[in-house]
Every structure is written in structure tokens, then in C-alpha cells.
């Protein structure tokens, strides 16, 4: 996934700032949907990998998306992603103000090379995104491999889990099992990625 971009804009002086609900079918996929957890309330929280879930993560060969993360752990402003949206640059961080602030580290560490004109209010970090998408990943391989995709949806700041709608109810189960935060993951049907002969 390509991070940098060409010609370096202004940021200008009146940014449009969205704050992100929670909303019961999330945007984009016309068929995608937050998990059923069964435990869910508007005011969730949020939560990054406890120590425990951590250490059952798998070592994986290093790539841009935990270069990202790591890379953003230490930066103000909860950097939550970065994506155009109508040809516009924008950006999701948990906290806009900061906004000055991580927008120069980004450029300095040439992680972006155009100042977002539109900021977006994220629930997640990129760094939770990632963690989590590695943690749920490798922890449901085994009940839905060569049934599931999962990836980072950075357009709007959550995870996208697709299976088949066969599956659907083994992906929320094993969800559940797992405690995974409220408006996290997104479910959406797709085809499986191979078929039995």
C-alpha cells in the first residue's frame, strides 16, 4: 500500500473537521456490516491489545503497514489514516488539534508527502488497526482458512473482515470468543478464496 504522494499542498487555515459515530451498518461496502458482538453500547471503548492477547502474536516478516505503525506509536494526535476522499487528501486522528504537529512529522519521515486538507475524527488508531488485524488474523485462521480476507480499511478507520455469508455466523462466534472491541470490524460477503474440488 503506496504511503507517499506527489506535490506538497498547504494545509489551509479552515479544516474540515468530521467527528466519527458509530453507526449501526458502516459506510462503503453496500453489504458490510459491524459484527454482531452481542455486547456492544454506544459509549464502547476503544481498547488496544491487552498484554496477553500481545504475546499470542505471531512473529511476521516487517511490512508497510507495521512500519506505519510502529512508526506512528510515538507521534501525537493518534494518527488513524491517510486517504483521498473526491480527490481531496485527508486524514483520520483521534485527536485534530494535534494535527500541526503529526502533519510535520509525516512529511519529515516522508510517510506522506502532501498535507491533508480534510481531517477526520478517528475511534482507532493506525497502530491499534494493525495490532488488531494481525491478533484477529491469525487467531481465525484456522476455522476460516480459505474462507476469510481481512485488511486494514483506512478509508473509514475500522477493519474488514469479508467471508462468505456461510461463514458469517463462525466469523462472529469466534468474534466473540475473542472479545474483540465494539465497531471495530466490519463483515462484509464475499466468495471463498478456493473451492474443494
Not at 10 to 21: E, G, K
Not at 23 to 49: F, H, I, K, M
Not at 69 to 83: D, I, K, L, Q, T
Request: glycine share 6%.
Amino acid at each position: 500500500m503506496t504511503r507517499r504522494f506527489a506535490a506538497v499542498l498547504a494545509l489551509p487555515f479552515a479544516l474540515a473537521c468530521t467527528s466519527v459515530a458509530e453507526p449501526t451498518v458502516p459506510e462503503g461496502e453496500v453489504n458490510a456490516r459491524w459484527a454482531d458482538l452481542g455486547y456492544c453500547w454506544q459509549g464502547s471503548p476503544a481498547r488496544s491489545l491487552s498484554i496477553f492477547e500481545r504475546s499470542r502474536i505471531e512473529a511476521r516478516v516487517p511490512d508497510s503497514d507495521g512500519d506505519l505503525a510502529n512508526a506512528s506509536r510515538s507521534m501525537p494526535g493518534g494518527f488513524g489514516g491517510f486517504f483521498y476522499l473526491a480527490g481531496e487528501p485527508s486524514m483520520y486522528l483521534v485527536e485534530p488539534k494535534d494535527h500541526a504537529e503529526l502533519t510535520k512529522r509525516l512529511l519529515d519521515r516522508e510517510i506522506i508527502a502532501e498535507a491533508p486538507t480534510r481531517l477526520y475524527r478517528a475511534r482507532w488508531t493506525w497502530a491499534q488497526l494493525y495490532d488488531w488485524r494481525l491478533y484477529i488474523g491469525q487467531q481465525i485462521h484456522h476455522e476460516l482458512i480459505g474462507y476469510a480476507t481481512i485488511d486494514i480499511n483506512q478509508h473509514a478507520n475500522r477493519i474488514d473482515l469479508g467471508v462468505p455469508s456461510d461463514r458469517r455466523w463462525l466469523a462472529e462466534r469466534r468474534l466473540r470468543e475473542l472479545r474483540v472491541p465494539c465497531y471495530l470490524v466490519a463483515l462484509y460477503d464475499t466468495d471463498p478464496i478456493f473451492t474443494q474440488p
